[in-house]
């Protein structure tokens, strides 16, 4: 079975995968969600972390002569790409959970001020009307994401994604799962070429498969999800 590495999304550590990744371990495969640097509230230096350095801690979960399969959240998938751009031979697959391979020079979060050192959970207003969908989850859910949340640090929510000129990053395998927005509308935004988000995606051959419900998904609809991965990261080429 495969070896499946889970990177959470802004505000998460690996706790937000629990129900998926026991649900992998049930089918067999072999699991591991990451908290990256930057999101353990432990961490006196967190507020340090830079997307390179999260991209190194993805990394430092691989040996140099295994390939795994990364799935990507959200905001995780900047480090993720940039692991994958870093070191292609180690993965196998990229699996993105309503999100996308970013392209170089993309910045998280534009509108962090200068002087801010880190982004705060929004309320949920305003997380919604940022394009974050709420659909599926419940009071509990809701809850324990308040609670558990913690800042995410301006060096990765602020700062560039810096890709090399090197193409073997474009010749993964790569799978997007489509949540709050549907596979045919992120194709058409793909060719239209006029949303940053979804720019690198007309340099790779990806496949796209829709799973309806908000933006967190390992939440909303986790055992949908899970065997969404389990059968796309133990899929041959």
Known sequence: MARILLIPGFWLGAWAWDDVAADLRDRGDDVLALTLPGLDPDDDDRLGATLEMQAQAILDEIAPDEAVVVVAHSGGAAAAYLATDIAPERFSRGIY?????LPNGFILNTA????????????????????????????????????RAVSEPAGVAAAPLRLSDSPARLAIPTTVICNSITADLVEQLRDAGQEPLFAELAKIDAEYIDLPTGHWPMWSRYKELAELIHTVANRSG
């Not at 959970?97 to 391979?101: E, K």
């Open 97 to 101: 959970v309503d999100a996308a391979p």
């Open 112 to 147: 962090l001020d200068a002087t801010v050192r880190e982004l705060a959970l929004p309320d949920w207003d305003q997380l919604e009307a940022d394009g974050n969908s709420l659909t599926g989850l419940d009071e509990v859910s809701l809850a324990r994401f308040r609670e």
